[in-house]
């Protein structure tokens, strides 16, 4: 890695509307919650208020979900053994929390309508394996569909919202995932608003991740409904899907906050289909998106390699911070080099130099291009967890911070500039 002279130079400020609509809008939200806890801002539904719904995930939501690693293949047993592998692995205390059992948990409904979980695979209920995790610091996730059946055909959430709902709250259900098949000819907004209040009208208070895989544009209207959409379809674990769903996610940067996050889908790292370059690749750019980190794999037995990627908490940092403004390329060299920055709470911009090609190249930063104003920061590299040192961007051509970026590869920064940061409100 290649430095520049330090010139001792001015003031560092945050630049351009991309900020100062964020600020503006962290303002907005301290207001809001400052106004709610005065108790004047209790929503309809019952329940809990707006200012809780932003408390739900006032950083995007962490955890494990069996979908991408085992599909159907769930059991008590495993649910288990994922809850006590994340506190083995150190995960639970980088801030994984939510363990999530998707699809095919439900088999059938009662006479009174009521949902039953597989008696086979959850011999012991529900309510028994919600205790398990809660004892062990974690939080409890479900799924369900809003049509009549889920993606994989078995019951659906329609005409029974309420029901299940109350169904969850009682079982201890924290997290809820809620699918989009068989319901072509429903409206999302107002069929995933049901699920909104039907969960404030038991008073437990439950994530709503919403899964209509970006078809009927969540980003415009699911911000006040749930704490994160999905906006692709379902991530593969392939180096092409990554890129897609990236990309696709990338687009609505503008949508996410406090409380509310785009979701390009859960992790796959560990999956064994990308290489451990890739995977990085992923993780880190999905902290810059802001992405709910919903790890995928197998956490019993991971090699150190996986282990160290998920549980790197530097960049996990990054993905969590409170300012929560989803990064986004600010420059596209148009040969396969990318950067992208995401302004952090404490003044100092998260900067990932992205690789898309299959050879390595040289690439560099400039502090405008990143929104900073010249002069001397100082750079650490959230992989290698190293001091890169303190390197000037005077405004000149030289003055450029060059790196090498392996293929397929991140290199991924905090920059932090030396002038005063601009104090948070
Ligand atoms: C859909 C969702 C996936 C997963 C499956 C389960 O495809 O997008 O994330 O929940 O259904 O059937």
Redesign the pocket.
Known sequence: MTGSPSVALGMRKLAGPWYLMKWLALLAALALQATCSAGSGTDHGGGFSSSQAVELAPTPPMGFNT?NRFGCDVSDGLVREMADAIVASGMRDVGYEYVVI???WQVDRDDEGGIIPDPERFPSGMRSLADYIHERGLKFGL?TDVGPK???GRPGSLGYELEDARTYAQWGVDYL?V?W?HADSLVAPTHYARFRDAVRATGRPMVLSI?E?GRNRPWEWAQDVGQLW?TT??IQDSWESLLWNLDANERHHEAAGPGHWNDP??LEVGNGGMTTEEYRTHFSLWAMMAAPLMAGNDLRGMTDEVRGILTNAEVIAVDQDPLGVQGRVVLDRGYGIQVWAKPLSDGSMAVAVFNRRADPMDAYVRWADVGLEPGPAILRDLWSHQELGTHTDSGSYEDRYTTRVPPHGVVMLRITPESPAIPLP
């Open positions: 979908w998707d699809d095919c799924y889920t993606c994989q995932k699918d098949c899964c895989w999905r379809s379902d889908d859960m």
